[in-house]
């Protein structure tokens, strides 16, 4: 959990964020989210290890003066990135998923 407020150690971290005048931002936050989603698919497919995180951003203030965020921006998420430590024990944790059926609605479909 703390390693969480350390951006995980890792060499790199993208923070994302978007103009404050957007606001309110429901459409850009889902924006946000997807090209969240791109950047880690795109870093895996190189061998890069992600994980976006929302501990890294919850001292908003520290990380808006380290990565020299302007005021009129808002700060969605930040995501750790970088070559993953394959002998690192949470490495090897795998998340468990509920079956599509407890939450997906199939409609026309057999
Ligand atoms: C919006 C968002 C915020 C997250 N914040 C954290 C976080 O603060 N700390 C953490 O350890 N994981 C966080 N995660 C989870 C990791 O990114 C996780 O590795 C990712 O969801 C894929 O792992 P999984 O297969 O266990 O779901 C977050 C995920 C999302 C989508």
Redesign the pocket.
């Known amino acids: ?1 703390l ?2 407020f350390r951006q ?1 150690d890792a060499p790199v971290s993208l923070v994302l964020t978007y103009d404050k005048y957007l606001e309110p931002a429901a459409i850009t936050h889902f924006g946000l ?1 997807s090209l ?2 791109g950047i ?1 698919l795109a870093a895996w497919e190189r061998g890069i290890g ?7 951003i ?1 001292q908003s203030d520290v990380v808006r003066e380290h990565a020299n965020i302007p005021d009129d921006q808002n700060i969605m ?1 930040c ?1 750790a990135m970088g070559y993953p430590d394959e002998s690192f024990p949470a490495n090897d ?3 468990t ?1 509920a079956e599509n059926s407890t939450f997906v609605t199939y409609v026309g479909f057999e």
């Open positions: 959990m390693r969480g995980f989210g969240a989603y880690v992600c994980v976006i995180n929302g501990q890294g919850m998420i995501i944790v795998r998340s998923r």
